[in-house]
T-cell receptor
Framework: SQTIHQWPATLVQPVGSPLSLECTVE??????LYWYRQAAGRGLQLLFY??????ISSEVPQNLSASRPQDRQFILSSKKLLLSDSGFYLC?????????????FGPGTRLTVL | RKEVEQDPGPFNVPEGATVAFNCTYS??????FFWYRQDCRKEPKLLMS???SGNEDGRFTAQLNRASQYISLLIRDSKLSDSATYLC????????????FGRGTSLIVHP
């Protein structure tokens, strides 16, 4: 069966510090991968998605970036965090090339920028 | 009009009640539809997919109305443990496989 891992679970960072969040998927090959942010009381905002190694599409211009160095690894980064970057960051995967494309989410990272 | 809209609620119902949520979508070309459940401070978890013919899983029934462009989720015999936020997801963007999520409907089931 497939599993998705994210770490860390919680993170408190000062404004201006760098960020690196990691997501890995097990039990499937060539998944589509996604990064979402959910601010308090808000909906899911798609940040990045990837259909393959090195292929990243950005949905919202901001100070975040994503990379996919391996098939089942997705990394979210920032060089300098802003207060507005606080939120619940969720990684998700879905099967590639499938018309009915359910997404499965990792446990998330709760980021607080102070 | 937003791509995917949900009544945020909260829907406050007693145990044993039947409750229904709707989710409207704007893209008539959308092909796939889902309901997710999200508990407080947890990740969304897939509850069920919504097929053209409808879908039933125990106390939960999901239906699609293409003419009016909405999906619905019906929960029968509500349990305390059903208390959560229910998110709908609709794939769109001209047939893209990337779903758009609604903001969710909060359900509170009380004794």
């Amino acid at each position: 069966s497939q599993t998705i891992h994210q770490w860390p679970a919680t993170l408190v960072q000062p404004v201006g510090s760098p960020l690196s969040l990691e997501c890995t998927v097990e039990g499937t090959s060539n998944p589509n991968l996604y990064w979402y942010r959910q601010a308090a009381g808000r909906g899911l905002q798609l940040l990045f998605y990837s259909v393959g190694i090195g292929q990243i599409s950005s949905e919202v211009p901001q100070n975040l970036s994503a990379s996919r160095p391996q098939d089942r690894q997705f990394i979210l980064s920032s060089k300098k965090l802003l207060l507005s970057d606080s939120g619940f960051y969720l990684c998700a995967w879905s099967l590639s090339g499938v018309a009915y494309n359910e997404q499965f989410f990792g446990p998330g990272t709760r980021l607080t920028v102070l | 009009r937003k791509e995917v809209e949900q009544d945020p609620g909260p829907f406050n119902v007693p145990e044993g009640a039947t409750v229904a949520f709707n989710c409207t979508y704007s893209n008539s070309a959308s092909q796939s539809f889902f309901w997710y459940r999200q508990d407080c401070r947890k990740e969304p978890k897939l509850l069920m997919s919504v097929y053209s013919s409808g879908n039933e899983d125990g106390r939960f029934t999901a239906q699609l109305n293409r003419a009016s462009q909405y999906i619905s989720l019906l929960i029968r015999d509500s349990k305390l443990s059903d208390s959560a936020t229910y998110l709908c997801a609709v794939n769109g963007r001209g047939g893209s496989y990337i779903p758009t999520f609604g903001r969710g409907t909060s359900l509170i089931v009380h004794p």
